[in-house]
């Protein structure tokens, strides 16, 4: 759907090469919104895919190639929005990883990775892109936290840890700027079937025996009492609901869009 809500401003979504990032950069892009995507993939197929949703959508999109793990890199992906738009009016924070393992049996760079990459890196964006969004006196940040930022499950240690970290940096985020037109709120999907999920999926498939499909229904039924998987598109949605004017007050929600995972 195409709309003019949020054109003349533009939106930094951090892991937009694939899944939900992808997802709220389309939807983000659908109401004018010039995109910097970001994001990890093959070369060739990343300039397809942010030339092609310029195009679809009438905007402008650029793409910066930052490792939301190192710091330095992620400066010069907010210098480069900077200088290329202008600076970021809506920061969508998504960028993100997953290890499942026990504690004990946890790969410590693995747990620095996902502390860097899901919690660290939106402290970085958020502290620069800040600046800016308070001298326009409008902002959006959304985090993509996870019903992992609500509740725990075993063996995510460190992904549970981020979540529950990003949650908490979102209510700080929110009441740092609550007498402004900047908001902060978190986005807490349940299981959406993108690469991450997919390899959950074919993990269980193969320690199981199961086939794809039975896995995937296996891995629903354990927390998802829909049976059905989130979508991008919806996730998409309730971003944009966070940049319409509707959303002018909520401030430091962490929403989640689970399938009734946390209802339980
Ligand atoms: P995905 O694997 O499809 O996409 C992740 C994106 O992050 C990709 O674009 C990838 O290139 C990028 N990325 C990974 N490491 C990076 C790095 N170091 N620097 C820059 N970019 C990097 O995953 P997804 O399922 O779309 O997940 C997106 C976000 O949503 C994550 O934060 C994830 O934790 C969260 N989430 C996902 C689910 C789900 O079920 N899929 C549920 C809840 C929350």
């Given at each position: 759907m195409k709309s003019s809500m949020l054109s003349g401003k533009t939106a930094l979504v951090t892991g937009s090469t694939s899944g939900i990032g992808l997802g709220i950069a389309r939807s983000l892009a659908g109401q004018g919104a010039n995109i910097v995507f970001n994001g990890f993939g093959d070369a060739r197929q990343i300039e397809t895919l942010y030339t092609d949703i310029g195009r679809e959508f009438a905007v402008q999109t650029a793409y910066h190639n930052a490792d939301m793990s190192k710091p330095a890199e992620i400066a010069a992906m907010m210098q480069f929005a900077d200088e290329k738009f202008g600076g970021v009016d809506v920061l969508v924070n998504n960028a993100g990883i997953q290890h499942v393992a026990n504690i004990e049996d946890f790969p410590v760079e693995k747990w620095d990775a996902i502390l860097a990459i899901n919690l660290t890196s939106a402290f970085h964006t958020t502290r620069l892109a800040l600046p800016g969004m308070k001298q326009k006196n409008w902002g959006r940040i959304v985090n993509l936290a996870s019903v992992h930022g609500l509740v725990g499950s075993a063996q995510k240690s460190a992904y549970v840890a981020a979540k529950h970290g990003l949650v908490g940096f979102t209510k700080v985020t929110a009441l740092e700027t609550a007498h402004t037109g900047i908001t902060c709120n978190a986005i807490c999907p349940g299981w959406v079937l993108t690469p991450l999920v997919q390899q959950q999926v074919d993990d269980r498939a193969a320690r199981d025996g199961l086939s794809n499909d039975a896995a995937k229904k296996a891995l629903l039924a354990e927390?998802?009492?829909?049976g059905e998987f989130v979508t991008p598109e919806e996730l998409g949605a309730l971003a944009v609901f966070f940049c319409s004017p509707a959303g002018d007050q909520v401030r430091g929600v962490a929403w989640n869009m689970d399938g009734g995972w946390t209802a339980q």
């Open positions: 927390k998802q009492p829909s």
